[in-house]
T-cell receptor
């Protein structure tokens, strides 16, 4: 089955700098890759996703890139702000199969 | 994601007791999921159901049970066989076969064993 590895487990950046979180997946047939943000004590919420027929997707300050050959995808947050502090999860799925989540990255934005 | 509700928000259990966590959705989603989250940890899949009257074990099903008698409801019972049940429990759902396969989460139930 699918296995998703996420790095780093914790990340601390200065406000205004960029943050990058990386995930690798094992199933070459996976075709959907969402990213979720979870604030303390809250539910995970989808912030951006990408399908396998696209190499990059942007939404304001966040972007996701996908390298199908290497089987990895990354979340990029530019001009970080204090409200970006949260735990971020990547995930992968194949067709209608269930999502497989990475272990999460705790991002801290230092003022 | 406002269409998924979980109750109660906080739940306290004495050792040896079974407790049931509620999850309801009005999104007409086919598939529903239960995850467990421990402090500083990721999401671990307990059970999932892709259709009414059918469900499958996830990665950590021991000590838990579920039912799926209605499309809208997927209750999780934490039995006395679960030795360390204190955790944050999240329910989720999605539309089976949808592309993209976006999953929506409920607000969670925090279970504490006294």
């Amino acid at each position: 089955g699918e296995n998703v590895e996420q790095h780093p487990s914790t990340l601390s950046v200065q406000e205004g700098d960029s943050a990058v979180i990386k995930c690798t997946y094992s199933d070459s047939a996976s075709n959907y890759f969402p990213w979720y943000k979870q604030e303390l004590g809250k539910r995970p919420q989808l912030i951006i996703d990408i399908r396998s027929n696209v190499g990059e997707k942007k939404d304001q300050r966040i972007a996701v890139t996908l390298n199908k050959t290497a089987k990895h995808f990354s979340l990029h947050i530019t001009e970080t702000q204090p409200e970006d502090s949260a735990v971020y999860f990547c995930a992968a799925s194949r067709g209608a199969q269930k999502l497989v989540f990475g272990q999460g990255t705790r991002l801290t934005i230092n003022p | 994601d406002g269409g998924i509700t979980q109750s109660p928000k906080y739940l306290f259990r004495k050792e040896g007791q079974n407790v049931t966590l509620s999850c309801e959705q009005n999104l007409n989603h086919d598939a529903m999921y239960w995850y467990r989250q421990d402090p500083g940890q990721g999401l671990r899949l307990i059970y999932y159901s892709q259709i009414v009257n059918d469900f499958q074990k996830g990665d950590i099903a021991e000590g838990y049970s579920v039912s799926r008698e209605k499309k809208e409801s997927f209750p999780l019972t934490v039995t006395s066989a679960q030795k360390n049940p204190t955790a944050f429990y999240l329910c989720a759902s999605n539309l089976q076969g949808a592309v993209p396969n976006e999953q929506f989460f409920g607000p969670g139930t925090r279970l504490t064993v006294l």
